[in-house]
């Protein structure tokens, strides 16, 4: 009689590759998971990871700089969570959108995370870990005056829901969360780049309008701990939002 192969859980630390983890959701969310014990990779192009959590450099818009972090964070021989948080943002009119402020935006936002869960799938597959993506509302309502983050964002929500199909059958989920407005840096840098003379037909649905005060980055932390944990062994495709209720 064959031995069936053992089901029961690693009782490994967790090894969590959070992009994006030098400052706001991306820090919040790599100091959660290092609180519950897992090894932490925090890949960034800045070094100002939180504490016990190691830094890979990293450009997420670069797919030798993706290759070679995965690499680093591929040393346990698997991969349990990538968060894909980092992100940039873009505000303005549509018509004053650059070929390369469009392409800055789509590396960053959707073909980063393309080629990081590429990158990562390997290391994935070898103990079936999971994905969460950092999309936003402006990935799933419209977004005036952010057009070219609006288009990256909807297709980062688009590529989790399609993966998440795609990858059901292997049992690597894929979800999303999608913040309205977050207390980050980049919200204070979006208020340096707003036009100022919105149309107000339009302009009260910018996202920074949302009722209520501004989301804790930990409290999107917390979401992409609880989406990436084996309680939610049954979502995948899923796209939270933090909207208010305004999508
Ligand atoms: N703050 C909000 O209101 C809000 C709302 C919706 C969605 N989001 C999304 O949340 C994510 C995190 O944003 P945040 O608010 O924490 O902003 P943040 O500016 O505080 O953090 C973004 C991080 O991404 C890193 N980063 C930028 N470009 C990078 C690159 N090319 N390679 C590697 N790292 C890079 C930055 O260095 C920074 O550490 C982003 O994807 C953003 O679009 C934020």
């Known amino acids: 009689m064959t031995s069936e192969p053992s089901t029961a859980p690693s009782t490994e630390p967790r090894v969590v590759v959070v992009t994006g983890a030098a400052s706001g959701i991306g820090h919040a969310t790599a100091a959660l998971f290092r609180d519950q014990g897992a090894t932490v990779y925090g890949l960034d192009i800045q ?6 959590v190691q830094y890979v450099e990293c ?16 040393a346990h021989g698997r991969i349990d969570v990538l ?23 789509h590396a960053v936002d959707l073909k980063g995370p393309f080629m990081l869960i590429q990158a990562a799938l390997p290391h994935l597959r070898a103990c079936t870990g999971n994905i969460v993506n950092v999309s936003s509302v ?31 059958p292997e049992g690597i989920r894929v979800n999303a969360v999608c913040p309205g407005t ?36 930990a409290e999107i932390g ?8 084996p309680a939610a062994r049954m979502i995948t495709g899923e796209i939270l939002a933090f909207d208010g209720g305004m999508g």
């Open 47 to 52: 070094p100002t990871v939180p504490e016990g």
């Open 59 to 74: 450009n997420v818009g670069d797919r030798a700089s993706v290759d070679a972090a995965i690499e680093v964070c591929a």
């Open 83 to 105: 968060a894909n948080v980092a992100g940039v943002v873009q505000f303005g009119r549509f018509d004053q959108i650059s070929d390369a402020e469009w392409d800055r935006v």
């Open 138 to 168: 402006a990935g799933r309502i419209p977004q005036p005056y952010a057009v070219a983050y609006a288009a990256a964002k909807g297709g980062l929500t688009q590529l989790t829901k399609s993966l998440a199909l795609e990858l059901s």
């Open 182 to 217: 977050v207390d980050t840096p980049i919200v204070s840098h979006v208020a340096t780049i707003m036009p100022s003379d919105l149309d107000p037909r339009v302009s009260d649905r910018l996202l920074m309008m949302l009722p209520g005060p501004a989301i804790a980055p």
């Open 222 to 229: 917390e979401a992409i701990v609880y989406l990436a944990s």
